[in-house]
């Protein structure tokens, strides 16, 4: 006798849903429900069934294993290299230099890509930053973070296919990346170490963590709700040094009218100053 695939009902599926934006403020799409479905089976199965599943994931800590699980099955991240050009001039050829005046020729640069998903935008930032001049040779840390720990797992591989470098020039190809086979890439070792990775949602950050010289959130802020939104807001804003930028995505726009940081029209784009 086969045991028979457990089916995600309906109203299973908003309580698992409402767990997740409880937890993590992300609001998940109905569209998501088959997804959670395939991804959470065998767990169901196990379990006894997806409300059973249920039970026990709403007595797991939000950075479980367990629990993680259920994020990934939640949140989809899409995201490419090379994303975003006039968002990438403003944040190289503006802010960057500025912020390297401001803090001393000999001090560290401290970046913090937020949601970011398989890690293209920390190693994009890291990538741009080199053809710039401004590495090697300069003190520059870029933290990656993401809620799914199935996407930072990927983004510390740092293995991609075609997709993830469809905006990607051959030059660009050779350069950054070395061939790892079967049509993927491989970002080279010098601009790996540069960045890390850790697996946190917004609302388990410290709000007296690292303080850095630019946030960047592009078009995550959509995905959550309305107070997570503006914790989120909050905290960018207590985790910029003086003078710091956040960089959000035209998607946020309307999410962050509610940020106490200062509007400016850079040549390239518009960011949120401190």
């Avoid at 740092?158 to 049509?183: D, Q, W």
């Avoid at 010289?213 to 914790?231: G, H, K, M, S, T």
């Avoid at 003078?243 to 400016?264: F, Q």
């Amino acid at each position: 006798m086969t045991n028979r695939t457990p089916e995600l009902a309906e109203p299973v599926f908003r309580l698992l849903s409402d767990l997740v934006r409880k937890r993590t403020g992300f609001v998940v799409s109905d569209s998501h429900r088959s997804r959670m479905e395939t991804r959470l089976s065998g767990e169901a199965l196990a379990a006894g069934s997806f409300y059973q599943l249920y039970t026990q994931l709403r007595e797991e800590p939000t950075d479980s294993p367990a629990f993680g699980r259920l994020i990934d099955a939640s949140v989809n991240g899409e995201t490419y290299f090379f994303r975003d050009p006039d968002g990438l001039a403003a944040f190289s050829e503006e802010i960057v230099p500025e912020r390297i005046l401001a803090n001393g020729q000999e001090s560290e640069v401290a970046i913090w890509s937020a949601g970011c998903a398989t890690g293209e935008e920390p190693y994009t930032l890291a990538m741009i930053l080199a053809e710039r001049g401004i590495l090697p040779g300069r003190k520059v840390r870029i933290r990656g973070t993401d809620a799914s720990p199935d996407a930072i797992r990927r983004a510390r591989l740092a293995t991609y296919g075609s997709h993830a470098l469809r905006s990607t020039s051959e030059i660009r190809r050779r350069t950054h990346f070395e061939e790892a086979g079967t049509g993927r890439w491989i970002v080279k070792s010098e601009l790996r170490q540069l960045v890390v990775f850790e697996c946190l949602p917004f609302n388990l950050e410290s709000r007296s963590g690292t303080l850095m010289d630019v946030i960047i959130c592009r078009n995550v802020l959509i995905y959550l709700d309305e107070e997570a939104r503006f914790q989120a807001l909050e905290l960018f804003s207590e985790r910029l040094k003086p003078g710091g930028y956040l960089l959000l995505g035209p998607s946020d726009a309307l999410a962050a009218s509610a940020t106490p940081l200062k509007l400016v029209r850079l040549s390239h784009d518009v960011a949120y100053r401190k």
